[in-house]
């Protein structure tokens, strides 16, 4: 401290960096874990009555409004980024037009998924029909994942029973683990899995729940669906095949790089947003994992983060800031989120997790510091699993 008590140029300096790792500090505290003191029935008498209300016609604007501006997209890379004069320009154009597209198309996947949650509109079989059109021409089976992601918001946070992004222990872990805790083996993980991710999930239940046998999200016999699941299964293949006949035909008329260029590359930005997206709202150092002893839904449920990903937010449909609502009621369309998110925050207090950190940074810190879990080491809740990276 300075005379007079007047602090130097350099204790300002360490004053705010200190306050600053208290900000970062305060941002990883852990997640509550016990039982909380509201009811899923508190939460929702806070939100508006209106926000629960589905509107067809303003659902259907999104989906209006979504397709205008990836027809206006597909326009550019049609009609105009050929027309481009410099070989130079043109080449810069097209990574512009793939991140756009792909961004859109991201947002079009939501609706589609809103549609799974029966949150498009008050018909169930015009939502199933909407968002059967709508993934399967982004080549995911509609019924399929429809089915198995509702037990994902059955068992949110469940070691046992969650479908998706499953953490292992530490003794569970493949061998090679230890051997990409690094930078270059951390980049490789996070590149393969945005690239593939997501078709070997559904393909080969990569990263899902463990089940008795093979599971596949294609096969109708799979283990992940009942008998009663099993002839939407075999429409959700249909919908996937004649939008690969389509792809086909297209590839006939105008060749296989045409195809990709216009289309397949904007999939791939779509399918690695899609697992961005989930891998960060439920992977965290501050979220619990809970096993069978310790597991109830709705601490389950309040066991995801909600994250600002900026202008994509809206891109997006607010599937990024606003999970938490989302997982205590899916039903909900995205268009009130927001207003939901904001209600429900006082109830939720310190249930309530949110982490503003730019996107591509918590990517690489969830990588570097989320391998595996594991209880607490002379902790009182043997149930209670926290994100550990120590091999």
């Known amino acids: 401290m300075g005379a007079g008590g007047r602090m130097t140029a350099q204790e300002c300096e360490d004053q705010a960096a200190a306050a600053h790792r208290q900000d970062e500090k305060h941002s ?24 629960f209300e589905r509107s067809v016609l303003r659902s259907s604007s999104y989906v209006v409004h979504d397709l205008a501006i990836s027809a206006a997209l597909l326009y550019v890379a049609l009609a105009v980024i050929p027309a481009l004069s410099q070989p130079l320009f043109r080449l810069a154009a ?4 793939w991140a756009a597209q792909g961004c859109v198309l991201t947002g079009i996947w939501v609706i589609a998924h809103e549609c799974g949650h029966h949150a498009f509109s008050e018909s169930t079989l015009l939502d199933d029909v909407v968002g059967l059109v709508l993934h399967s021409a982004l080549l995911v089976p509609y019924f399929s ?23 292992k222990s530490k003794s569970a872990l493949p061998w090679h683990s230890k051997y990409l805790n690094n930078p270059p083996g951390r980049l490789l993980t996070i590149a393969v899995t945005l690239t593939l991710g997501w078709p070997l999930y559904l393909a080969l239940n990569v990263s899902g729940r463990p089940y008795s046998r093979f599971a596949c999200h294609y096969d ?21 095949l004649a939008a690969f006949y389509a792809l086909y ?56 983060m909600d994250r600002d990903y900026g202008l994509l937010n809206r891109v997006f449909h607010h599937i990024t800031d606003t999970h938490v609502a989302h997982h205590l009621f899916s039903t909900m369309p995205h268009y009130h989120a927001m207003e939901a998110t904001k209600a429900v925050r006082p109830i939720l207090g310190e249930h309530y997790r949110f982490d503003g950190t ?17 209880p607490d080491e002379g902790g009182a809740r043997k149930g209670v699993f926290w994100y550990r990276n120590e091999f």
């Not at 990883?28 to 926000?51: D, M, N, W, Y």
């Not at 097209?94 to 037009?97: G, K, N, R, T, V």
């Not at 992601?149 to 068992?155: Q, T």
């Not at 947003?273 to 601490?299: F, G, K, M, N």
Request: proline share 8%.
């Open 249 to 304: 035909r297209l590839v006939g008329a105008f060749g296989f790089w045409w195809v990709v260029r216009v289309y397949g590359v904007p999939l791939l930005i779509v399918n690695g947003w899609l697992v961005t997206i989930t891998y960060l709202q439920h992977t965290h150092a501050a979220l619990p994992h809970y096993d069978s002893s310790e597991w109830d839904w709705l601490r389950g449920a309040l066991a995801t």
């Open 145 to 167: 994942w429809k089915f198995s992601h509702r037990r994902h918001h059955s068992n949110t946070g469940s070691l046992d029973r969650d479908e998706v992004f499953v953490p």
């Open 358 to 374: 730019p996107v591509f940074k918590a990517l690489w810190r969830e990588a570097k510091e989320c391998i595996y879990v594991e």
């Open 94 to 97: 097209w990574p512009l037009y």
């Open 220 to 240: 109708p016999y799979s283990p992940i669906y009942s008998k009663r699941e099993r002839a939407q299964i075999f429409i959700s293949d249909a919908g996937v």
């Open 28 to 51: 990883v505290l852990r997640s509550p874990t016990e039982k909380p003191l509201f009811t899923l029935g508190q939460i929702k008498k806070a939100i508006p009555p209106h926000c």
